[in-house]
């Protein structure tokens, strides 16, 4: 079974913190996605990687950066977190052969 | 314009009927179709994928893709409340996976 574990299922934070959020895969998958889903906008993306080291911008990517050292582990990193930064968020790794993407359990992230 | 719209319900339907879910998409050049459900408080988990014109079945499931008119759509057949959820039309262009903002199923006993 594939399996997409992300560090938290919860997490508070105060305004103006660091704030990390990792996430890992076990099969091997090139390609890792950061979701946030907020009610009625759905799934949006903020960054997606190809491979190790590699980083494409998704649809709103402000505030936000990533870093991915090992093909297994993709990190979202929020430098100064904001209130409307508050929300789910997930992770996602791909399998190119199926084309099917797998998401984690999220981590529903509240910043006070 | 949203790059994929699904109808917003939500939508309710007596248990052993079909539920309708329908999903348009504004890129001509989207690859492949998929449908998630997503349970209250969980992830999003893969139910459906299509990527040719036409129906694909699985179980009481149903994918109809039409290209043409860039429409996407699922059925649930013999719908039970554990199909309860919401429902995410989701497309994909070359990496990039763009979810629709889903449609909520309620299935009533």
């Known amino acids: 079974d594939v399996k997409v574990t992300q560090s938290s299922r919860y997490l508070v934070k105060r305004t103006g913190e660091k704030v990390f959020l990792e996430c890992v895969q076990d099969?091997?998958?090139?390609?890792m996605f950061w979701y946030r889903q907020d009610p009625g906008l759905g799934l949006r993306l903020i960054y997606f990687?190809?491979?190790?080291?590699?980083?494409e911008k998704g649809d709103i990517p402000e505030g936000y950066s990533v870093s991915r050292e090992k093909k297994e582990r993709f990190s979202l990193i929020l430098e100064s977190a904001s209130t409307n930064q508050t929300s789910m968020y997930l992770c996602?790794?791909?399998?190119?052969?199926?084309?099917?993407?797998?998401f984690g359990p999220g981590t529903r992230l509240t910043v006070l | 314009q949203k790059e994929v719209e699904q109808n917003s319900g939500p939508l309710s339907v007596p248990e052993g009927a079909i539920a309708s879910l329908n999903c348009t998409y504004s890129d001509r050049g989207s690859q492949s179709f998929f449908w998630y459900r997503q349970y209250s408080g969980k992830s999003p988990e893969l139910i459906m994928s299509?990527?040719?014109?036409g129906d694909k079945e699985d179980g009481r499931f149903t994918a109809q893709l039409n290209k043409a008119s860039q429409y996407v759509s699922l059925l649930i057949r013999d719908s039970q409340p554990s199909d309860s959820a919401t429902y995410l039309c989701?497309?994909?262009?070359?990496?990039?996976?763009?979810f629709g903002a889903g449609t909520t199923v309620t299935v009533r006993a």
């Open positions: 989701a497309v994909r262009l070359d990496y990039k996976l763009s």
């Open positions: 299509i990527y040719s014109n």
């Open positions: 990687s190809y491979d190790v080291k590699m980083k």
């Open positions: 996602a790794s791909r399998d190119l052969g199926t084309d099917t993407q797998y």
């Open positions: 099969m091997d998958h090139e390609n």
